[in-house]
């Protein structure tokens, strides 16, 4: 497929894991790939790698216009698709989020996210046709614990793409949701540095559960049973991207499985006990 053919696909959150290896894969299936990173060093790598690197900070408007121009300016104005997934987790009891740390969350988490997937839509129906993936999470299915900020980012993100899959209906233009449990990636590590960025541990009334999270956050190897590499999660965006009838929502991994079939036949009480236990 020459370059000029090849359908183009926004990545957001490439320096690592998910996004990194769906880069790669797209890639070597023939699309252009225009990966996104935050940092300059990750966008430099990715260049050094042949992808077309984009600067893209989800918490900020002017930096996810720009990126998109810059897509945009290199193919002729076409997009076929956008694989919203840069994303962190801030861990937290809910009652020691401040405002300021929830808002955080929810300005890269959610509301980049739907910034740019407006600024995409109208060049989509344009097309009359395209693909907007939404990397959620099994926590936009069920809360956990002292996941209240991401657990609430993943919930919304759910119900908007919902209605916006409904709103889309008849354009040609699909919207898939994608919803990982446990993936071998940097954002554990990433929800350690958060954790400790803005969550006051010594005076927290949850000092001591604090304690074994943070020990579980340092562990080395997989972080809970059952967790998969970023392939399993690019084998269902594979999916969204080029069946005919893509789904609205792909499970990944067993403990989505279990808790998605969990939620639909338990009362909350039992499925609260399940839960608190995780």
């Not at 104005?77 to 009891?93: T, V």
């Not at 809360?143 to 919304?156: D, E, I």
């Not at 590590?189 to 969550?199: E, F, V, Y």
Request: aromatic share 6%.
């Amino acid at each position: 497929m020459a370059a000029s053919d090849a359908k183009t696909i926004l990545i957001t959150g490439c320096s690592s894991g998910i996004g990194y290896v769906a880069a790669n894969t797209l890639r070597a299936r023939g699309y252009r790939v225009f990966a996104s990173a935050r940092k300059a060093q990750d966008r430099d790598r990715l260049a050094r790698e042949g992808f077309n690197a984009v600067r893209l900070d989800l918490a900020d408007s002017q930096s996810i216009a720009d990126a998109l121009e810059q897509v945009l300016s290199e193919t002729g104005g076409k997009l076929y698709a956008l694989f919203n997934n840069g994303a962190y987790g801030q861990a937290g009891a809910v009652e020691d989020l401040s405002r300021e740390v929830l808002r955080s969350q929810f300005e890269t988490n959610l509301f980049g996210w739907h910034e740019l997937t407006r600024r995409v839509i109208p060049l989509m129906r344009k097309q009359e046709e395209g693909r907007i993936i939404q990397n959620s999470s099994v926590l936009g299915l069920v809360a956990l614990p002292f996941r209240g900020a991401y657990t609430a980012s993943k919930f919304a993100l759910e119900g908007l793409s919902d209605t916006l899959r409904m709103e889309l209906h008849g354009s040609g233009v699909h919207v898939s949701l994608i919803e990982p449990g446990p993936i071998d990636s940097r954002f554990r590590a990433n929800s350690l540095i958060m954790t400790q960025r803005h969550i006051d541990l010594e005076h927290s009334v949850h000092r001591d559960s604090y304690s074994s999270t943070l020990a579980r956050l340092q562990r080395e190897g997989p972080a809970v049973p059952f967790t998969l590499p970023p392939e399993a999660v690019v084998k269902r965006v594979i999916h969204a991207l080029e069946s005919r009838r893509p789904r609205a929502r792909y499970y990944v991994t067993l403990p989505t499985y279990l808790l998605g079939t969990l939620k639909r036949l338990l009362s909350s009480a039992a499925l609260d006990r399940i839960t608190r236990s995780i």
